[in-house]
């Protein structure tokens, strides 16, 4: 079946540096999302991106998707404390089924 | 600001018994979703409502989930019997386009504990 995974499971960042999550879709979708969810929280929209090979930023945030639809990325620059949560990639496939990937929780230390 | 609401926030119940969340989403979003989330997982639709109609459902365990949105607006999520394996958040969300699958507002969610 439709898998949507996303790698690192965990990351554990110093306040300042860098941090990237990958999500990786096993079929083509339509569009990809993401999502932030605070521990203890709702996931909380971010962005959606539509177009093969388009790249987003929100400040220190910058989204991308793959050229083939299969894939995206989600990179944060200098890290802060208010970053800490759990990142998640979504998107429909051609047939309209929205699945969320895994997951990536970033800690981030003070 | 709008938002998703959700009752109750909290229940823990025994195996075999019934339960039932409510949903009511922004006003005027067409789109409704039902989304179970296991500690530690990504939320796993459930069941789409556009409008009052069951657009997709496929990962619904019918043998013992129910939904509705009977008016277009609000929905119930039903469970009976509730079994240990249903201990999870439950979420509703809702998005106001018809069609393709958009931006997503999330409820608080209902934390559910079957004893």
């Known amino acids: 079946g439709q898998q949507v995974m996303q790698i690192p499971q965990y990351q554990h960042v110093q306040e300042g540096e860098d941090f990237t999550t990958y999500c990786n879709s096993s079929?083509?979708?339509?569009?990809i999302q993401w999502y932030k969810q605070r521990p203890g929280g709702h996931p909380v929209f971010l962005i959606q991106l539509v177009k093969s090979g388009e790249v987003k930023k929100q400040k220190r945030l910058t989204f991308q998707f793959g050229e083939a639809k299969k894939n995206s990325s989600l990179h944060i620059t200098a890290t802060q404390t208010t970053d800490v949560g759990t990142y998640f990639c979504?998107?429909?496939?051609?047939?309209?089924?929205?699945?969320f990937g895994t997951g990536t929780s970033l800690t981030v230390i003070p | 600001e709008a938002e998703v609401a959700q009752s109750p926030r909290y229940k823990i119940t025994e195996k075999s018994q019934a339960v039932a969340f409510w949903c009511d989403p922004i006003?005027?979003?067409?789109?409704l979703y039902w989304y179970r989330q296991i500690l530690g997982q990504g939320p796993e639709l459930l069941v789409q409502?556009?409008?009052?109609?069951?657009?997709?459902d496929s990962q619904l365990p019918k043998d013992r989930f129910s939904a509705e949105r009977l008016k277009g607006v609000d929905s119930t999520l039903k469970i009976q019997p509730a079994e240990l394996g249903d201990s999870a958040m439950y979420l509703c969300a809702s998005s106001l386009h018809r069609g393709l699958i958009d931006t997503q507002y999330f409820g608080p969610g209902t934390r559910l504990t079957v004893l």
């Open positions: 979504a998107g429909p496939d051609t047939g309209n089924q929205f699945y």
């Open positions: 409502f556009q409008d009052e109609s069951v657009v997709d």
């Open positions: 079929t083509t979708l339509s569009n």
């Open positions: 006003s005027g979003h067409a789109t």
